[in-house]
């Protein structure tokens, strides 16, 4: 801390609830928080960041228990203070006539340097680039001092692993250790390592003089051979890594070659840094939506925020800047996301650039209360597709721009000003008076908002599925369908569209994207002819075969095998080798959206998603295997009978590890499925009764019994249906079960059986 504020530098406010106890009992708190650039040496300047400003410190102090918690230690004696830093003298202080240690700050400088987490060197020996450009030589080669005249007296060594396979002894890493004078090699299995072969032998620790941080401007000579007279002799670039077989430095030049070199210089003062936060969002599926990387550039030393076809202009009454930091909590931080938009064939539609806040810093109850924001089903976009093909309705779809911003908050939220923007006064922030995105609260108040527009419109949100809207106006029926900003407008051709369209882009700014083909990353393949639409992923499933390897793999004709059953023995799978998780998610995704016919494979996979072996690996490529063969697969509605149909049957206890049975149901409307599922049921049943609940047995003839009467009472919910003729149920054959592929594997015949009952072809 320090009272000196002149010395400071980038202030900022200080975190809430902070107070400093001086040794008297006395309290103060910090009004600002700061950097302090300090020389250590002529041409050196550290800096040390977080220093507390605060004006009634009779002296600038150093906190010896912060030091502490880096990794610093201390030895306190009447000549003085010690520190250290891994049984490294860093520096001495020196104990003055009233009992203050006076730090020496030259003598910090090769503390400085090693414990670069400490400190951050801002010029070390003010490196002159153009001087270094056209001044610097080759450094000089030393005389090599291993030559050896005996056995052992230079030893050569390296270590492998961890191997994915341990030997019969447990040793996952082997150590090779080769003599120079006699050549003589010796390899030796260990079953960790702890410490490197270099400490155990010389019981030193390894020179590391030699490291420096990646990224780091270095300066490499340019030999005379391939320059002329007038040319620098050096050029400028970054270090990426190491030589491998020789001695020398790997370097990213800044005309984008990467060389090697020994004769390098470095300036480690100007850390690399992005122009632009980055994302820290994890790998995920191959979709095409997905973020791309932000650029990194090294040498700019300011940032550019990138410029989109999307990026969410300042409205033009924004407010003025909130009042300084001290009068109110702690803004929330915002960041720049890029993204890449793409149509159906996956071509680049535009690019995006979009003001995202840090809403994983907003508190509960402070800065939100309600989170919640309904969206449509699958279920309810495949009925209502299916209803557009049976009665042949329009379809149209509507994207609303920067939806989340039309959001209004009730919640008073502060944020810091966007990268790329000042405010003149470090203590100045925004007031939001409208939603950004990453709010936890945007998603809502942006559901809200467009809820009471429609209200206006004419439209009210279904019972069933809060994402349905319909059009409350008998003479004028329609249907709308949200999932967040993508509308899809589902009208009759007496009901027009366009005054629909017309009305909702006078309230929000939104794109007209005509009539609808491509809606959640689904194909919408329509022949009105036949009064069929075919709902289809085959992009999606092309990109996932060549995220793998399967694009041109040998196909299998079911999605799973149906003499093999899973169970949890078997050889562990390396997941680090194989990411089995994120191609069951893949898969899980396809299933879920419009193949059913892989729904019972899938859903046995992602039961071992906690320790897959190798047959759970083998089972999966046997789904994408079936994929390579059926990419454009599809749910078709309208080619089969009219109305709905339910399909439900049951195995008896096909899981091996639990003894449980599996549930598969399949709803047929217009004879495309709308609704599946293939699930464990809860318990065990221990007869095919209680496994098979919705039998014409168990709804026109219970069976009362000590076997069934734990059934619970939610599973007769159908028997009522029955009695009020609401429903009727019949006994299908288990040759003629469309469901039966849902509830284990089956061969190829009743396979594609299955499969077309279902409506996919």
Not at 3 to 22: C, H, W
Not at 501 to 506: D, G, P, V
Request: with cysteine.
């Amino acid at each position: 801390m320090t009272p000196l504020k002149s010395a400071l530098t980038n202030l900022r406010p200080p975190p809430d609830n902070l107070t400093v106890t001086f040794g008297n009992g006395a309290q103060a708190e910090p009004t600002a928080v700061g950097d302090i650039h300090l020389e250590l040496a002529p041409g050196r300047i550290a800096t040390i960041t977080d220093v507390l400003y605060l004006p009634t410190a009779a002296e600038s102090l150093f906190s010896v228990s912060y030091a502490a918690q880096k990794g610093y230690t201390f030895s306190f004696g009447a000549d003085g203070c010690t520190i250290y830093r891994h049984s490294t003298t860093v520096a001495t202080a020196p104990a003055t006539a009233n009992n203050i240690y006076y730090l020496e700050m030259p003598d910090m400088v090769t503390g400085i340097r090693v414990t670069a987490a400490e400190f951050k060197t801002a010029g070390a020996n003010a490196l002159c680039e153009p001087c270094t450009l056209g001044k610097q030589h080759r450094l000089p080669f030393n005389t090599s001092t291993s030559a050896t005249k005996a056995p052992l007296e230079l030893l050569h060594t390296d270590l492998c692993g961890p191997l994915p396979v341990a030997s019969a002894g447990g040793s996952l890493y082997f150590n090779t250790i080769l003599d120079d004078f006699t050549g003589m090699s010796f390899v030796i299995p260990l079953r960790h390592k702890d410490k490197t072969p270099f400490e155990l032998f010389y019981g030193t620790k390894p020179d590391v003089s030699h490291l420096r941080i990646f990224g780091a401007t270095v300066f490499a000579h340019t030999p005379s051979a391939l320059r002329t007279k007038l040319d620098p002799v050096s050029q400028p670039g970054r270090l990426i890594g190491y030589a491998a077989n020789r001695k020398g430095y790997k370097i990213l030049l800044n005309s984008g070659a990467i060389i090697t070199s020994r004769d390098v210089t470095f300036d480690e003062s100007k850390p690399p840094k992005p122009t632009s936060p980055t994302s820290h969002k994890p790998p995920s599926q191959p979709e095409t939506s997905q973020p791309e990387p932000v650029p990194f550039a090294f040498d700019s030393d300011t940032e550019d925020v990138g410029a989109a076809a999307d990026a969410q202009p300042p409205p033009e009454d924004a407010p003025p800047p909130s009042p300084p930091l001290a009068q109110r909590r702690q803004p929330i931080p915002a960041k720049w996301v890029y993204k890449i938009k793409r149509d159906s064939n996956g071509n680049i539609e535009r690019y995006k650039a979009r003001l995202v806040v840090q809403g994983f810093r907003q508190r509960e109850g402070i800065d939100y209360d309600e989170v919640f924001a309904p969206v449509s089903k699958y279920s309810t976009l495949r009925t209502v597709l299916s209803t557009a093909a049976a009665q042949d309705l329009d379809l149209h779809q509507l994207d609303i721009k920067t939806a989340f911003l039309n959001g209004t908050i009730d919640e008073e939220v502060y944020v810091s000003p966007p990268p790329g923007y000042t405010l003149g006064k470090p203590t100045l922030c925004c007031k939001l008076n409208k939603a950004l995105y990453g709010l936890k609260q945007a998603p809502r108040a942006w559901y809200q908002t467009l809820k009471a527009e429609l209200a206006k419109l004419g439209f009210t949100a279904s019972q069933a599925d809060a994402g349905l809207f319909i059009s409350t106006d008998p003479s004028k029926p329609a249907y709308l369908l949200t999932y967040v900003d993508d509308i899809l407008i589902v009208t009759p051709k007496t009901t027009s569209s366009a005054a629909i369209k017309q009305k909702l882009m006078a309230a929000f700014e939104a794109r007209d994207l005509g009539n609808a083909t491509f809606f959640l990353g689904m194909d919408l393949i329509r022949d009105r002819t036949a009064k069929t639409i075919k709902l289809a992923q085959s992009r999606n499933i092309k990109d996932l075969l060549s995220k793998y390897g399967m694009d041109d793999a040998k196909t299998a004709s079911t999605p799973a095998n149906a003499s093999i059953k899973l169970t949890k023995q078997g050889t562990p799978l390396d997941t680090q080798t194989h990411s089995y998780s994120a191609l069951v998610g893949s898969l899980m995704y396809l299933s879920i959206c419009t193949r059913p016919d892989i729904a019972q494979a899938v859903g046995a996979l992602a039961r071992h998603m906690a320790n897959p072996t190798t047959d759970h690996w083998t089972a999966a490529k046997t789904v994408l295997r079936y994929l390579t063969g059926t990419p454009d697969i599809g749910i078709t509605f309208g080619a089969g009978p009219p109305g709905l149909q339910v399909f439900c049957d049951a195995d008896h206890a096909g899981d091996i590890d639990t003894r449980r049975s599996t549930t598969g149901y399949a709803f047929i409307f217009n004879g495309g499925a709308i609704s599946w599922a293939s699930r464990l049921q809860p318990t065990v049943a221990a007869s095919t009764t209680e496994a098979d609940q919705t039998a014409l047995k168990l709804l026109k003839n219970p069976i009362v019994s000590n076997r069934s009467k734990h059934i619970d009472v939610v599973h007769h919910f159908a028997r009522e249906r029955v009695a009020r003729n609401e429903v009727t149920f019949e006994y299908i054959s288990t040759e003629s079960m469309v469901a039966d592929a849902l509830t284990k594997p089956v061969p190829a015949t009743k396979f594609n059986f299955c499969r077309a009952g279902m409506g996919l072809s």
